[in-house]
């Protein structure tokens, strides 16, 4: 977001600005709010009222009628589904251990790239996949080491110029406090560039002043107390905002966008499957004759008693029943469920198909996580790079070590299920047909020279013919009762 008088230096003028950008800039974000609440199970039909026109032709909530509220949580499944397939396995942080200069690296590493650091990724991938983007946020621990956490992208906007290039962050939250025996919410701006932040609070609809409770005001990213009786303040910069957006996509599309309509369709078809077999578990009453009654008391009675009056000249009682197209609105359901798995790009654990379930047949039913998976980990990569130059900078300040990024590689490895017996029926044929090779270039030995039956076996095993030709100096071989050696 672009706004000029918050780029300024000059403090004042920034705090002059801030209340009504803070009011334009945090407005509600609508994509966000839904794919959270799908993803916590509250869809839309949680708030589904069934009305009725009366005999005036107003319009009014029938409280009597079977109102089944039934969320499924497609949401929920698609997210976790994603996430634990990039991240269910140890992300891979390696090192070059040919290098000389990487000696203790990979220690070091570890201190960074731990248990914690793997759950902030996937609460990270989680809340980008529900809101469409959140950010990661560095920050510096007791030990003096850097360390990452989660912060709310609904609560942090950036500061650009001109051309877009992002020149400062900011970030509001709020606070309950009790000032002169009264509640008052309290507003908290922070606005971080890449040496400082500032500080900013307002109580309750007041102007935004700097925050004179925090010395100094604006401060570097890092700061430290020395333990003498007169404390010194010391400080660092990161050299960057530490902030990075964790796009869920280019167009920051949250995963419920696609499919947010045919959820909500599964689950009408779903409650109001339920509702008729809750209203029509039993006969309706018909009494056929003169009576004086409206249709809205004729509507309660079909609801709450059961029954209805007609007005015929002729007196009689007849039951009737109804069909509730259950075929029809299952055969529905399954369509819907069908597309939210397609166009959620997942995969659907309940598909069954022909019980021919190979390996093929598997990844062919994970392509579509696998395109989407694909997206993500591209971006997970540049995040993870961003990490990196952080995690590194932060060694080298700590150890006087010069090492590089350029040292450190990632590799995420995904998770699928496989059929166990058709992986060791391909690998039983792998065996058999290279036995039947090696039969075959036995039987050729005494025909061919040496060089060309060892590089044929090399080739056949996968192993370096170099390595082979080297032990064969050494050691004799066995081929068929005939000694093999170097000599051709």
Known sequence: MNDTAL????TQQVAQSLKVFVKSAFV???DAKKGIAYYEGKNDIVDNK???YDDNGTLKEDKNASNIKIPHRFMTEIVDQKVQYLLSNDLKVEVDSENNTTSGLQEQLDK???????QVLQDLLTNASTKGFEYLYAQVNNNDQIQFIVADGLKITPLTDDKGNVIKLLRYWQENLLINSKKQIVNHVEIYDNNTVTYYVAVGNDNYNLDT????NPRPHVISLSSDDEPEISGRSLGTIPFYRFQNNNSEETDLQPIKALIDDYDIMNAYMSNNLQDMAEAIYVFNGDMDISTSEMKQNIKAKKAVITGTSENSFDLKTYDIPVEARTRKME???QNIYKFGMAVDSLQVGDGNITNVV???RYELLNMKANKLETRLMALLDWVNQLVISDINRRLGSTYTTDMVTFEVERSMLINEQDKANIAKIEADTKSVAVQTLISIAPYVDNTTLVNKIAELFDVDVGTVIENMRTQEYGNDGAGINTAD
């Open 7 to 10: 780029l300024s230096n000059d």
């Open 213 to 216: 409770s925090l010395k100094p």
């Open 28 to 30: 509600e974000n609508e």
């Open 112 to 118: 960074y790239y731990n248990a914690q650091f793997k």
């Open 335 to 337: 369509i819907d469920r």
């Open 362 to 364: 598997i990844m062919s």
């Open 50 to 52: 069934i009305y009725y």
